[in-house]
């Protein structure tokens, strides 16, 4: 199978690539793919090195798969002329998420909506990805009537620049190319992506529409605030969902015990709870500080941690493709 990373030099194309090695995805050729400015610059995957290639050439080599994590303008630009050729592209940018047709997987929630026609499949957003994870499972069983979610996300949301500012700072250096307007060492950023007119950031919002799409609820009520922290390894949120139904708190964590995916650590007294440095290279969701929100009824908190490079990015997009075999929709 010819599989193309478009983005392959940058952070998610990197861990795709890796996620593909780790996981034994079925890959006869790679055809990494980057801008001119990466043009002679070759990846390493399986022990042979791979040229990285231009997109016309990629196209021209016909993948049957071609995993896009390069921008959304990029994706715009391409992902249609691979689909022409016949390649299923798995594309982990906005650019498509919320188009009708188009769908928004998370394997593990919704994967069943995929269908053989489909030639462009959406990576959700990595925060939205972690959050569904979670409260899918509880939603069937309890109907989710409101969520409010804060995220504290990682640095390499952003990008390799961006763990660069954070590294300089950190040695006491001015930042030599910032990724964002203020310093991050020592600080909090509350935006994430570019504001929108009713003053939620377009990650906020990403947040809010992409989790009504997955878990096919147009009628539940989320409220999203997008805060980047000066960590690495992973993104963090607080949760705190409102049920229509009522239950207990033993039901709440046997079904996030019994959710594919999804491990639970959950012990206060111990101060065993999910932190980025927990989940930094794994795949799992991790779910802790559950408990009752004893403000309303029906309501419960909780803390969600998941590595935003795997999970909430590399690793969902990889899933997809595997998914698609098991279907027979890709042939090996």
Known sequence: MKVAVV???????????????????PVTELIPVASERSSGKNVLFKGKNYPVVTMDTAIQAIPQLALFSAGGSVSLNYAEQFAAVGTVVVDNSSAWRMHEHIKLVVPEVNGHVITIQDKIIANPNCSTIQMVMALYRLHLAYHIKRIVVSTYQSVTGTGAKAVTQLMEERAGKIASDPAYPYQIDLNAIPQIDVFLENNYTKEEMKMV?????????????????????????????????????????????????????????????????????????????????IRRDESVDNGINMWIVADNLRKGAATNAVQIAELLIHKGFLKT
């Open 7 to 25: 983005g392959a030099t940058g952070l998610v194309g990197s861990m795709m690539i890796k996620v593909l090695e780790e996981r034994n995805f």
């Open 209 to 289: 529409l992409e989790t009504k799409k997955i878990l096919n609820d147009e009628e539940l009520k989320i409220t999203a605030t997008a805060i980047r922290i000066p960590v690495m390894g992973g993104h963090s949120e607080s949760v705190n969902v409102e049920f229509k139904k009522p239950f207990e708190l033993t039901q709440i964590i046997n079904l996030l015990q019994d959710t594919k995916g999804v491990i639970v650590t959950d012990k206060p007294n111990e101060k065993v709870y999910p932190m980025p440095l927990t989940a930094h290279d794994r795949d799992e969701v991790f779910v802790g500080r």
